[in-house]
């Protein structure tokens, strides 16, 4: 395909730790999953980037596995994306060395989640940790992406791959786009927890969160538990936030009949929460459980996830091979023909 006929460039990364939840899935892995055919997909495991964070590499290939397994049961297709292993493609190395000298000290200290994670983590402020939105120019660039389908805790970072692009096509050339965040489709999806406070989260409460992994009787058991009270006394009340979060949940898993009978019940004061719980249980099952079923199946195929992979690692190079190729030219790092 010539170079002005090209899908736009899309490039997106999942950290390998913990397992996907819910919010992952309504928040990232169904617009991955609905830009694969309009969109030049590149979809990339961070496994450097868990680095920074996670230095015991134990579990890192079995974590690796897992989150493969559960992005293709979702709904991605690696024949028609690209889905690779950071650590596979070694160039992202070297861009991210160039970006390294590019980046200011004193942006690199004010970033929020440096901040926040050298305040977890005291006696581990590596230097990965503090050049990670670095890293995560790089990761971008090397396919020369517009579009990076990521929440809002995302925002700052492409605002500093942002930067980072201006200062390199300004010093050296016009290579990179300056990439953008990007949301598939109309509203942005919150997936409350089940607790009333904040997001699921894949580290934070977790008896809140609903994992594509867990069993049924663990999601019945988990929305059972969700808070509740005695329902209105006043119709057309306002719902406080534990409540609101249980229609939010059933508006995303639930057929429309359904939840506007709650809603009519709650408007009627005549709503049982303990019947609502039950069907939003039963739903959530029926939503879960063919995506956890689909992971094991794959997760159990050592030679279809090694295959992925490296069909994906060919194909990430490929676009990584043709960019630096293009970097070195421009910065007259290319000392005879052929680098
Ligand atoms: N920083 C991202 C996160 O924490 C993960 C990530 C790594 C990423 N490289 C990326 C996201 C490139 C978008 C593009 O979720």
């Given at each position: 395909?010539?170079?002005?006929?090209?899908?736009?460039?899309?490039?997106?990364?999942?950290?390998?730790?913990?397992?996907?939840?819910?919010?992952?899935?309504?928040?990232?892995?169904?617009?991955?999953?609905?830009?694969?055919?309009?969109?030049?997909?590149?979809?990339?495991?961070?496994?450097?980037?868990?680095?920074?964070?996670?230095?015991?590499?134990?579990?890192?290939?079995?974590?690796?596995?897992?989150?493969?397994?559960?992005?293709?049961?979702?709904?991605?297709?690696?024949?028609?994306?690209?889905?690779?292993?950071?650590?596979?493609?070694?160039?992202?190395?070297?861009?991210?060395?160039?970006?390294?000298?590019?980046?200011?000290?004193?942006?690199?200290?004010?970033?929020?989640?440096?901040?926040?994670?050298?305040?977890?983590?005291?006696?581990?402020?590596?230097?990965?940790?503090?050049?990670?939105?670095?890293?995560?120019?790089?990761?971008?660039?090397?396919?020369?992406?517009?579009?990076?389908?990521?929440?809002?805790?995302?925002?700052?970072?492409?605002?500093?791959?942002?930067?980072?692009?201006?200062?390199?096509?300004?010093r050296y050339g016009e290579v990179f786009p300056?990439?953008?965040?990007?949301?598939?489709?109309?509203?942005?999806?919150?997936?409350?927890?089940?607790?009333?406070?904040?997001?699921?989260?894949?580290?934070?409460?977790?008896?809140?969160?609903?994992?594509?992994?867990?069993?049924?009787?663990?999601?019945?058991?988990?929305?059972?538990?969700?808070?509740?009270?005695?329902?209105?006394?006043?119709?057309?009340?306002?719902?406080?936030?534990?409540?609101?979060?249980?229609?939010?949940?059933?508006?995303?898993?639930?057929?429309?009949?359904?939840?506007?009978?709650?809603e009519t019940a709650y408007n009627v004061c005549?709503?049982?929460?303990?019947?609502?719980?039950?069907?939003?249980?039963?739903?959530?099952?029926?939503?879960?459980?063919?995506?956890?079923?689909?992971?094991?199946?794959?997760?159990?195929?050592?030679?279809?996830?090694?295959?992925v992979m490296k069909e994906g690692a060919e194909?990430?190079?490929?676009?990584?091979?043709?960019?630096?190729?293009?970097?070195?030219?421009?910065?007259?790092?290319?000392?005879?023909?052929?680098?």
């Amino acid at each position: 395909m010539s170079e002005n006929l090209r899908r736009p460039i899309v490039m997106s990364g999942i950290r390998p730790t913990g397992f996907l939840h819910l919010g992952n899935y309504f928040g990232a892995m169904k617009n991955y999953v609905a830009m694969q055919d309009e969109y030049e997909c590149y979809f990339m495991v961070a496994d450097w980037h868990s680095l920074t964070t996670h230095p015991d590499t134990k579990a890192l290939k079995e974590n690796v596995r897992t989150v493969l397994a559960e992005n293709i049961a979702c709904g991605l297709d690696p024949r028609r994306v690209t889905l690779y292993c950071q650590s596979h493609v070694h160039e992202t190395a070297e861009l991210y060395l160039y970006l390294n000298m590019l980046a200011y000290m004193g942006e690199l200290e004010k970033t929020t989640t440096f901040k926040d994670k050298a305040r977890l983590q005291p006696d581990n402020v590596n230097a990965g940790l503090l050049t990670y939105p670095v890293l995560q120019t790089a990761d971008i660039i090397l396919h020369r992406a517009q579009f990076v389908p990521v929440g809002k805790d995302q925002e700052q970072h492409l605002e500093m791959a942002r930067n980072f692009v201006k200062r390199f096509n300004h010093r050296y050339g016009e290579v990179f786009p300056e990439p953008v965040a990007f949301n598939f489709g109309t509203e942005l999806v919150k997936v409350p927890s089940l607790d009333g406070s904040g997001k699921m989260s894949k580290t934070e409460n977790q008896n809140a969160t609903l994992y594509l992994r867990d069993s049924d009787e663990v999601i019945r058991k988990k929305i059972m538990k969700a808070k509740t009270d005695q329902g209105p006394s006043i119709p057309h009340s306002e719902k406080p936030d534990y409540i609101e979060n249980i229609f939010g949940l059933m508006k995303l898993v639930s057929k429309p009949d359904v939840l506007e009978y709650y809603e009519t019940a709650y408007n009627v004061c005549t709503i049982r929460y303990g019947d609502m719980k039950k069907q939003l249980a039963e739903d959530m099952v029926t939503f879960i459980a063919p995506i956890r079923e689909k992971a094991k199946e794959i997760h159990a195929n050592p030679n279809y996830l090694e295959k992925v992979m490296k069909e994906g690692a060919e194909k990430a190079s490929t676009s990584a091979r043709q960019t630096m190729k293009l970097v070195r030219a421009v910065m007259g790092l290319n000392y005879f023909e052929g680098t």
